[in-house]
């Protein structure tokens, strides 16, 4: 007992800091081989295809396109830190199957088939590219875009809605910052680790990186989705995200699914109502398809974004 005290105090005094880096959020890996084949056999109302995206630094990602003759919206999906294509491509898929819309996946560079290292700089720099890469085809379409992102896919997919105004935004088990994620990690951790590290901060690169920010400029159609049982990124972290959305109660929706933990969210009735909603609303003009500009600062106007009306409003 005195040996357990003493440690316990040892301990105590000793408490540290312990640093979140990008080995706890990235774990590149390969996954199985994309099969187009067996995914055209399996999902006959589409057109499936692989593509290849080149970033500015030559790295090639890879890409699978679902198209079907009656789409009336395109959707470009990020996926999570364990997402690859060749893993998960059917899935995605299926959650879609029921509406009407194309679909666009991506590895992220270092997984599944794609080239590069992955590192999370890269990672938001690659989705900008993949993006455009996506609007141009679905503009050649004349079909919407909505950027979905999942866990780590959402901070890909905020990234893009902070450069571009979208036709329509799903952040889905996404959180406001590292640092709140942080809090919580050292909170599922047992109770000697907890004491023995008092606090858990982000490295220098990951400090603020999350979607809460972005909240208060958001200009575009949002869906929030989460599992209502989400043990990775709690509800409450999309409850507080929903909350501070700076768009009209029209314009978002909050969806926490019973019984779905991290995955899951997206293979419910929930998720495809709730993308119906989505899909059925429309930018101003009644326009089926709003492709607007970047959201580039001028000497003129700093904050360019402020001078386009809201499509959303």
Not at 57 to 73: I, S, Y
């Amino acid at each position: 007992m005195i040996r357990a005290a003493l440690l316990l105090v040892v301990l105590a005094l000793g408490a540290c800091t312990h640093a979140i880096d990008e080995s706890m959020l990235l774990y590149p890996h390969r996954g199985a081989a994309l099969d187009v084949g067996a995914l055209a056999a399996r999902f006959p109302s589409h057109e499936v295809r692989r593509e290849w995206i080149t970033a500015p630094d030559g790295t090639r990602l890879q890409a699978l396109r679902f198209e079907r003759p009656d789409a009336v919206a395109a959707v470009l999906y990020f996926g999570g830190n364990g997402y690859t294509i060749g893993n998960f491509a059917a899935a995605t898929a299926e959650a879609y199957r029921g509406l009407p819309v194309d679909l666009v996946l991506v590895d992220h560079r270092g997984y599944g088939g794609s080239g590069g290292r992955a590192g999370v700089e890269a990672l938001l720099d690659d989705a900008l590219v993949v993006h455009r890469h996506a609007a141009e085809r679905a503009r050649d379409r004349g079909l919407p875009l909505v950027v979905h992102g999942h866990s780590l896919g959402s901070f890909l997919a905020g990234h893009v809605a902070a450069a571009h105004r979208l036709d329509g935004l799903v952040l889905e088990s996404s959180v406001t910052t590292i640092e709140d994620w942080g809090g919580h990690f050292q909170s599922m951790q047992p109770w000697w680790m907890r004491l023995a590290v008092r606090r858990v901060e982000p490295a220098p690169a990951l400090r603020g990186r999350g979607n809460a920010g972005l909240m208060e400029r958001l200009d575009e159609p949002v869906l929030f989705l989460v599992g209502a049982d989400d043990a990775l990124t709690p509800a409450r972290f999309t409850r507080a995200l929903y909350a501070g959305a700076r768009v009209p109660e029209r314009c978002k929706r909050l969806v926490v699914v019973p019984g779905k933990g991290h995955d899951g969210a997206t293979q419910t009735a929930e998720f495809r109502e709730a993308m119906e909603w989505l899909l059925s609303l429309r930018p101003p003009g009644g326009t089926a398809v709003t492709m607007q500009p970047p959201r580039r600062p001028t000497r003129e106007s700093p904050d360019a974004a402020a001078d386009l009306p809201a499509p959303c409003a």
